[in-house]
Every structure is written in structure tokens, then in C-alpha cells.
């Protein structure tokens, strides 16, 4: 009997276990914007512009609350790596990150099938660059 019991509360334990752990379970933001994307990346400098079509964008789920996304700007030569809070279902903050020289903070918003991504110098309320794509 008292070998049933211990297997009974083992079994419910890890069950609960199972249930806790982090990214697992929950409500996931993430499943909207999870994707690959085709777009337009432009890079701002001062009053200049350069504008990169046919950008492939990948994001994926890092946990129930980040993406890890990935822009391929020179496929195979240059690209573009960072992580992102998801506020809500639709709506991510691109915490600091360093790109070339560059330290780089912004947000993005995700609706009918299309990714906006801004990013800013951190400090600076100018823009970088943008990126909009399609699924």
C-alpha cells in the first residue's frame, strides 16, 4: 500500500513538474508572429536613405514571451540577429543590442500577415532602419 502511495504522489509531482516549466504550456504570444517574411529593409542616415528589397526575415519562438529573429540583409554576408519581448500578440520591444558599431534598441508590431519592425540608436528617438514584410 505504501508503495502505491509514493507511486501515486511521484506521478503527480512530476505531472505538476511538467506543467511548470518556463516557455512550455501558458498562453504563448508568440504563435502569430512566428514566421518567414519577404521585405523591405531602408536604413537611415541623416537625410539619406538605403533601401534593401527581398529581405528574408525568419522569427522564431525563443519562450511563450521572446522571438529570436534573423534578417538575412546580404544573404550568406550580412545579417541582422536579436531578441524581442513580446508585449502582447501583436506587439514586441527590441531590447539593447549591438549590430556592427552600432547599439540599437526599437519595437515592433505584427497585423494582417505583416511584420514592422523600427530600430533607434539607444538614447535616440531617430530612426536607424525599418522593416516591413509579408508572410
Same mark, same amino acid.
Given at each position: 500500500?505504501?508503495?502505491?502511495?509514493?507511486?501515486?504522489?511521484?506521478?503527480?509531482?512530476?505531472?505538476?513538474?511538467?506543467?511548470?516549466?518556463?516557455?512550455?504550456?501558458?498562453?504563448?504570444?508568440?504563435?502569430?508572429?512566428?514566421?518567414?517574411?519577404?521585405?523591405?529593409?531602408?536604413?537611415?542616415?541623416?537625410?539619406?536613405?538605403?533601401?534593401?528589397? $527581398?529581405? *528574408? =526575415?525568419?522569427? #522564431?519562438?525563443? &519562450?511563450? %514571451?521572446?522571438?529570436?529573429?534573423?534578417? @538575412?540583409?546580404?544573404?550568406?554576408?550580412?545579417?541582422?540577429?536579436?531578441?524581442?519581448?513580446? $508585449?502582447? *500578440? =501583436?506587439?514586441? #520591444?527590441?531590447? &539593447?543590442? %549591438?549590430?556592427?558599431?552600432?547599439?540599437? @534598441?526599437?519595437?515592433?508590431?505584427?497585423?494582417?500577415?505583416?511584420?514592422?519592425?523600427?530600430?533607434?540608436?539607444?538614447?535616440?528617438?531617430?530612426?536607424?532602419?525599418?522593416?516591413?514584410?509579408?508572410?
Amino acid at each position: 500500500m505504501r508503495k502505491m502511495l509514493f507511486l501515486a504522489a511521484s506521478v503527480l509531482a512530476i505531472s505538476f513538474a511538467a506543467c511548470d516549466k518556463e516557455g512550455t504550456g501558458g498562453d504563448d504570444l508568440t504563435v502569430q508572429v512566428v514566421g518567414d517574411y519577404l521585405g523591405d529593409y531602408v536604413e537611415f542616415d541623416g537625410s539619406s536613405s538605403v533601401t534593401i528589397s $527581398d529581405v *528574408e =526575415t525568419t522569427i #522564431t519562438r525563443a &519562450s511563450n %514571451t521572446k522571438i529570436n529573429v534573423l534578417m @538575412e540583409l546580404i544573404p550568406g554576408l550580412v545579417s541582422l540577429q536579436f531578441t524581442a519581448d513580446m $508585449d502582447d *500578440e =501583436t506587439s514586441f #520591444t527590441i531590447p &539593447s543590442f %549591438t549590430y556592427d558599431v552600432f547599439n540599437l @534598441e526599437g519595437d515592433g508590431s505584427f497585423a494582417n500577415d505583416v511584420v514592422t519592425i523600427n530600430l533607434r540608436e539607444v538614447g535616440s528617438v531617430d530612426a536607424f532602419a525599418t522593416y516591413t514584410g509579408g508572410k
